[in-house]
């Protein structure tokens, strides 16, 4: 297996998160490249190095990026994404607080090629303790004088999954509830207080310096054809030793498991493991076997990369019980605006709790899997359809398990 | 009113209405800065948050009660989130909340912590306490009594 660090390269370096260090080891060389290229051509070679979101979706950077006009009356603002509330993820924290200053680095590159003056982050409000490190990180920043061109402020969070998806964490940025947005037809930018903004997550930016400075074809070395490059892939759950560890895409799933994370927990085996966050259809172990890191590959069965933060667990594990867990969270964390969302997030919780205290039927199961499909493509966000794939992934794949429960 | 934000967060909010587009966007700046001051949110805060924020109290209010972390009654015991989603499920903190039980403390149920890799966790205040077993959470308790 081929260690790559691109995004985490300082991760290791004691004092990491200071300037000094930072500075030391790389950090703010790529801006010097800035002054080479015009914001266009730094979007072409973002587009170029085939830089894929690393907030869940996979979309091109490049493509959004072009979105936001290069001439404007109004002021263009970028707003970074750093709700990371997916269960399973905790990388963009290892990021802002091991080294915040390529976070720093990436906001200034993407704004002098969106033409924004001044970034937001938007930090879940759980994480207050890595904020104050990344705040630290920007106000060397701005003593530093590296800030003249730009501004950046850190927006915090209160509490709430559904914030981290786009448009709702830019009504939560202006102030009200985090309501998902209706998608406009045409492919435009997002908009906070009527200007054109672009979102990105944390991972996505702070990868944009090794790009500008090394070139597209540098990053494109590494990972698959339509996957180039790496991600911060985590793990947690059943497994010896958790934690984030960057990769290539295109790497083997259990390779990479068995190398970073020291195979499966007490030596026990694997049962079912879900790939990047609980929004993403669950695997079983011999799936996995096959499986290699990257979004075509997940998407050909039926699941999807997501964040990458892989959830393993082991012979032991209920899978009833897995899915009610992650049918509560849901529940809890459905925003309320669409009724097949609101109220089906709650029926299902309810059919898989009967099920789970040995109450339910056959017929409970169908019932599980017809009130899924009502919940699928039919509400504002793709936060129903998500808890429709789930439900059917699971179903699917531990059925046996479903009915010897009844 | 009763309730007047201090000095220090007064100077705060003149400073982030420089930075902002509109002075909406200082909604959740100045729920939290009222959280820290009272430990809670008040009706008479929300009240003195609009005339901040421009925006109507019924509105700071709405928004105030769609956020789980911000609180609309004083507190009286220590708040002790305990992460149940499922990466801390499966590392075991059914055990840590039944160890937390009985103990002088409220236990709330919370979401994924963004701590997955070090489960089980749980927050108080601000601090994530994490890879949890009953002995660290006699500790930690003890410490903060
Ligand atoms: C329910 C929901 C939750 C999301 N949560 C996050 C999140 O916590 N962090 C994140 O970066 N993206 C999240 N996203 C994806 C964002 O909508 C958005 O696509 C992303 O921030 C764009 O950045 P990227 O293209 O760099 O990945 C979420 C999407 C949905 C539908
Ligand atoms: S699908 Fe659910 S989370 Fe998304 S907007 Fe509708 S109610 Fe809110
Ligand atoms: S599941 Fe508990 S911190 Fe993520």
Redesign the interface.
Known sequence: MRECKIVSRRFELEKSYTLEVAKANGAYEALKKLKAYSPAEIIDIITEAKLRGKGGGGAPAGSKWTLMPQKSDK?SFLAVNCD???????KD?QIISKDPHLLIEGILITCYAIRAK?AYIYI??????YQQILQAAIDEAYSAGLLLEC?I?I???????ICGEKSALLE???????HPRLKPKQKEPEW??G?PTLVNNVETISTVPFIVQNGADAYKAYGTEQSPGTLLF?????VEK???YEAEFGTSMMEYINHYGGGIKNGKKLKAL?PGG?SCGVLNAEEAEKLTLDYEALRGVGSSLGTG?M?I?DED?CMV??LK??L??YH??SCGQCTPCREGTGWVDKLVGKILDKRGSKADIDKLLEVADTMNGKTICVFAPAVATVIVSFIKRFRDEFEGAL | MSFQFSEENLQKIEALKK????P??????C??MAEYQEGFISLDAIEEISTH?D?PPM?VY??AT?????HLEPQEKINVQVC????C???GSDEIEKHLQGKDVNIVH??????????PVM?IE???YEDLTPEKVDMILKELK
Not at chain 1, 84 to 90: D, I, V
Not at chain 1, 124 to 129: A, P, S, V
């Open positions: 002021p990371e509330s997916e269960p399973g993820t905790f924290r001044h879940r409000g759980e994480y207050y303790q501004d402020t927006h915090r969070g209160a509490g709430a999954y939560s940025m202006e102030g009200k509830r985090g906070y207080f200007n985590a793990m947690s759950g059943h958790p934690g984030v879900i609980v933060g959830i667990m594990t019980t897995a867990n992650i509560e969270f809890e964390e | 930075r902002y587009p509109s909406k966007a200082l909604t959740l700046p729920l939290w924020t925006t509105e709405r928004v769609f956020y789980t972390m911000f149940k989603t499922l990466s499920k499966l590392c919370v979401e994924c912590l963004g701590s997955c890799g070090t489960a927050q601000d601090v994530t």
